[in-house]
């Protein structure tokens, strides 16, 4: 079982990023997905989750109208389109998955290895 995230990188303010996470070794359609992130000396925050057939978002307030969540069944992979990017932004980010069969949250079952995300000028 493994989740790999891609896309993190440096940008400067008011850029943009676009994540992917892909699974492999299980059915991620049976699963829904989240992205979190975590920053030096700071708790783990929760950014996005994605119900199974992506009918239900959640979005953390700081990223509403910034972040979109979504996710392709068929090619088992969730992304994270990140736009007007802030330095507050900045933060290892993971995708997660937990098994259930409705709605989203940040618990998972498992996660990925993260993806550095730096927003500097």
């Known amino acids: 079982v493994q989740l790999v995230e891609s896309g993190g990188g440096l940008v400067q303010p008011g850029g943009s990023l676009r994540l992917s996470c892909t699974a492999s070794?299980?059915?991620?359609?049976?699963?829904?997905m989240s992205w979190f992130r975590q920053a030096p000396g700071k708790e783990r925050e929760g950014v996005s989750c994605?119900?199974?057939?992506?009918?239900?978002?959640n979005y953390a307030d700081g990223v509403k109208g910034r972040f979109t969540i979504s996710r392709d069944n068929a090619k088992n992979t969730v992304y994270l389109q990140m736009n007007s990017l802030k330095p507050e932004d900045t933060a290892v980010y993971y995708c997660?998955?937990?098994?259930?069969?409705w709605g989203c949250g940040y618990e998972y079952d498992y996660r990925g290895q993260g993806t550095q995300v730096t927003v500097s000028s």
């Open positions: 997660a998955a937990r098994r259930r069969t």
């Open positions: 070794g299980f059915t991620s359609n049976s699963y829904a």
């Open positions: 994605i119900s199974i057939t992506g009918r239900n978002t």
